[in-house]
């Protein structure tokens, strides 16, 4: 039995990250139930393992959503997301899961319509992925 919808967590910070996420519900957008939205006071916050944590609790795809670079509320945010990031791609990738499935987008404040985008293309991303490769045990 397979689902019909990929699981998705996106992580999004409490600052440009959010602020798009709630832009895209008051410009009348919508996204799939599958999406999982956590607040963090900042992505700096998050480590790989909470990264690789979502997959091993059954998320398909993960997304890290952002502020846009040199907009960061916290002078060394994006330098340690980036770390944490690359570090869960490539563990991401040794463990045949695919690094393509954990995404970093950094956007400009309330941009409802690029977080929009950016989710919608990811979904497909992810679903493509899902297709090509055997089903793993939840």
Excluded at 28 to 56: D, I, K
Aim: charged share 25%; aromatic share 6%.
């Amino acid at each position: 039995m397979s689902r019909s919808e990929p699981r998705i967590v996106v992580f999004a910070c409490n600052w440009d990250g959010l602020s798009s996420v709630e832009a895209a519900t008051r410009e009348g957008h919508s996204y799939p139930s599958c999406v999982r939205l956590v607040r963090v006071a900042c992505l700096a916050r998050l480590n790989q393992g909470l990264m690789l944590r979502a997959f091993e609790l059954g998320a398909d795809g993960v997304m890290l959503l952002g502020c846009e670079p040199g907009n960061c509320q916290f002078e060394n945010g994006p330098q340690i997301i980036e770390q944490e990031y690359e570090k869960a791609r490539t563990i991401l990738g040794l463990l045949g899961i695919g690094e393509e499935r954990l995404l970093l987008a950094r956007l400009p404040r309330a941009d409802g319509d690029g977080f929009v985008a950016k989710l919608t293309s990811f979904l497909e991303q992810v679903e493509r992925m899902r297709q090509a490769l055997p089903a793993r045990p939840l």
